[in-house]
């Protein structure tokens, strides 16, 4: 399950997940994240912030994950992921040879400065 929250004025898209990964969390994200990019022209960044990575329910949802990414990582500048787990904190390495957003890891304490650090993408 995701909850979300799209801090309008920012231009950051606030991701919570809070147990396993809905393929409905990401239809729900990307209507939301659709509308705001189809005003905008883009997202300034994602923070996903999680104490543990908490997976996905099912194939179908990791498929759905994917296809998120795949679809929006052009119109996203930077991802910051504000974790303590293991996983999430190897994530951005790998991503950052998939895709086109900058995507940096935080410890889970450090939010604020994940937020700094989103912000200060270039518009």
Known sequence: MISFEILQYDGIV?????GSLEKTDFEQLTREIDA???ERGYVKGVIIHTKEFPGWESFGAFISH???IKDHHKKVKRVAAVTDSKFMSIAPVIANHFVSAEVKHFDYADMETAKTWVKEAAS
């Open 66 to 68: 994917v296809k998120f």
């Open 14 to 18: 606030l991701i919570e997940p809070s």
């Open 36 to 38: 705001y990019i189809s």
